[in-house]
């Protein structure tokens, strides 16, 4: 199949492939000391809704996708909550074997990590990634519950008993007990809201779909995240397909007032 080319509008102008877009984002030679470099990954209408019938499908384009599955390949784990596992029907990460071998070639394992936060452990042995072989699942609970038996090799990091899951906490376990440098973060709006105001995203990749929801769309990106005040976001670089609009922007410590 031939790869959807991107119009590049910022930086240096020109023609390129999600490939190409990505092409040396090394992001984990950005973490910080303590903790995983974190880059969230949404996709959002033009009036900012975050699903339409609480699907993301409506408002993504093939450039999109292509985006979402190539960015995969340039991390050592995907965290994402149990909403989006479950609504989306999550399964093994990277399925493409191109893909995994160009994952090896960047100095990663073929397949990502999968961190899946949930604090009731509701999620059944059906869901498509814990049906798979070949995924690494850590969920990250305040559940001392367990998953039922199934095929994915699942892990448990636990918040201690009667306390909430502690985010920073987590991502620094899983820095230092799981090597991770890099987490991608695919949502959902709930999980992104506890993620921005404790300082967790380093970045945003943004898709904004040349759509308005109107009442049919559902949650924001950042699903009512108690801010003190907004963020800034830094440009970094920006894509179009068919007038859907791919930003990439950095998190600013900077305030707005
Ligand atoms: N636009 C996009 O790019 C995008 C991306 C992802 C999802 N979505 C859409 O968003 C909708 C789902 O939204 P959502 O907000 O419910 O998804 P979500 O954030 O993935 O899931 C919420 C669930 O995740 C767990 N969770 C969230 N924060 C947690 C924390 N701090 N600690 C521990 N567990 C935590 C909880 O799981 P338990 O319920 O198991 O306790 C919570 O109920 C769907 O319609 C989906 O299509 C859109």
Do not use: W
């Not at 909430?164 to 987490?183: K, P």
């Amino acid at each position: 199949m031939t790869a959807v080319k991107l119009r590049r509008l910022l930086p240096d102008p020109g023609s390129v492939t999600a490939e190409q877009a990505l092409d040396g984002l090394a992001l984990g030679d950005l973490a910080p000391a303590n903790r995983p470099y974190v880059v969230v990954n949404m996709v959002a209408t033009a009036d900012g809704a975050a699903a339409v019938g609480d699907h993301t499908a409506p408002i993504s384009n093939t450039a999109d996708r292509e985006l979402f599955h190539e960015l995969r390949t340039h991390v050592d784990a995907v965290l994402v909550g149990a909403g989006t596992v479950r609504t989306e029907r999550y399964g093994r990460l990277v399925r493409d074997p191109q893909r995994r071998a160009r994952r090896v070639a960047r100095g990663l394992a073929a397949d990502p990590l999968a961190i899946v936060a949930s604090h009731r452990l509701r999620l059944t042995p059906d869901l498509p990634l814990l049906a798979d072989q070949h995924s690494r699942v850590v969920v990250v609970t305040a559940s001392d519950a367990e998953l039922p038996e199934c095929a994915a090799q699942v892990s448990y990091l636990r918040a201690p008993a009667d306390e909430e899951v502690d985010l920073g906490a987590m991502l620094t376990r899983l820095h230092s007990e799981y090597g991770i440098r890099s987490v991608l973060c695919e949502g959902g709006p709930n999980l992104n809201a506890s993620l921005l105001p404790a300082g967790l995203i380093d970045e945003l990749f943004l898709s904004i779909a040349p759509t308005l929801a109107g009442s049919s769309g559902s949650l924001s990106i950042v699903n009512r995240a108690p801010l003190a005040h907004p963020i800034a976001l830094e440009l970094i670089c920006l894509l179009e397909s068919q007038g859907q609009l791919f930003a990439r922007y950095a998190l600013r410590p900077k305030v707005i007032v």
